[in-house]
């Protein structure tokens, strides 16, 4: 690479030093989505509906001028940006530096297809329906309460039918006045729990599972008890079956809390069958 460089130099007669990769232009086709800002205020919302917490770890996806990640590190994350135009990165690295935050922050030349971010607590991104589409599948499969934020585009649709169901967000806020982009999403990456449970008092739940949407059925004293309102957010399951309100920590093969009605409250735990 550096020897391209010094020949392409030589040829044109310019110096290895000028070697510089072009001036970022706003708008300008990126490999995948092209590069246009996310408004400072809507960078803001993102944060807040991600709940951001110090220490925490924020990965950008396709990061621009590093807008998103200086934000995140100004609210004493660490947080990484992964962008694949050099341009681009190096007029992040000088505006993080410029923002004191240098230290916490990393500007990383790469392609998010072929980046590792599951170690990420928070994961934001501005990229075209179709990326969000390919990237679902690597979402979903994060770490159980990893939180997603995007400007604008959510995760519905199919490459072949954008219209098609998809996972929707837990969360959407429109600014209004709109300051440009105008709208977030935000998403909790849930426990996987679709299968068969058994209870420590024998009864039976079987779980199906869309993205944070439960359905099923609670098997209980000769009784078939369709559940209502299943959700997961994160780790944490809720349903209602029969009157009753169901809530419990999902970890791994063991879910464990409380069923509630009127003024009783009692604990529960169910294991996963095989
Ligand atoms: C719409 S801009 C969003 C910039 C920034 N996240 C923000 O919100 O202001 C999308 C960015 O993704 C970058 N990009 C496109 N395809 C990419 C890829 N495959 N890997 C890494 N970055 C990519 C583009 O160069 C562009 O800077």
Redesign the pocket.
Known sequence: MVLNWLVVSALSGSSVSTAQPPTPVHGQE?????????PQELVDTMLDMAAVEPNELLI?L???DG??VISAAQRGLRAIG????GG?VALSRERAEEAGVAEQTELIQA???EYDFSNADVITF??LPELTIRLRPTFFNLRPGTRIVS?TWDMRGTEEDPEAPGWDPDETIVLDPCPGFCSANAWTVPAKVEGMWQLDDGSELELRQRYQMVSGELRTGGRRITLQEGRLTGTLLTFRAAGIRYRAEVDGATMTGAASQADDTDRWRATRQP
Do not use: H, K, M, Y
Not at 30 to 38: E, F, K, M, S
Not at 82 to 85: A, F, G, P
């Open positions: 990126g490999q995948d989505a092209p590069w246009v800002v996310t950008d396709g990061s621009g807008r998103v992964i962008e694949l135009d681009l392609d998010i297809f501005f990229l400007n």
